[in-house]
C-alpha cells in the first residue's frame, strides 16, 4: 500500500525560498527509490513555513530514501535554513475517488 508523509517545516525568518529551492531540485534517485509523488508547497499567510506531501510506495521506501547520498546533502543543505519546529503525519493510504 501507499505511503504517506505530510508534514510542515518551519524556516528561519526570511528563509522559505531558500528552503524551497532545496526541496524542489531535480532528484532521479527519488523515483528509482520509490517515490511516487514529491510536493513542496507555500501558502503566503504563513510566510515561514513550507508544506510537503510525500507519497512512498511503502514505508520502508521512504525510510531507505534518507540513506541515499543527495538526499542526506539536501537535508544536509536545508537543516541550517530551518527553525527546528516541524509537524508531521504520516499514515498508509487506503483509496482515493480519482483511482479504481
Known amino acids: 500500500?501507499?505511503?504517506a508523509n505530510v508534514g510542515?517545516?518551519?524556516?528561519?525568518?526570511g528563509r522559505r525560498d531558500e528552503v524551497v529551492a532545496v526541496l524542489t531540485r531535480p532528484n532521479p534517485e527519488l523515483r528509482a527509490a520509490g517515490c511516487l509523488s514529491y510536493e513542496v508547497g507555500v501558502d503566503d499567510?504563513?510566510?515561514d513555513t513550507v508544506f510537503v506531501i510525500e507519497l512512498w510506495e511503502s514505508e520502508r521506501a521512504h525510510r531507505a530514501s534518507l540513506e541515499l547520498s543527495?538526499?542526506?546533502?539536501?537535508i544536509a543543505e536545508a537543516r541550517p535554513l530551518l527553525s527546528g519546529r516541524t509537524t508531521g503525519d504520516r499514515f498508509t493510504v487506503v483509496g482515493s475517488p480519482l483511482h479504481d
Open 70 to 74: 543527495s538526499v542526506r546533502a539536501a
Open 8 to 13: 510542515t517545516l518551519e524556516t528561519a525568518p
Open 45 to 47: 499567510a504563513a510566510p
Open 1 to 3: 500500500m501507499t505511503f
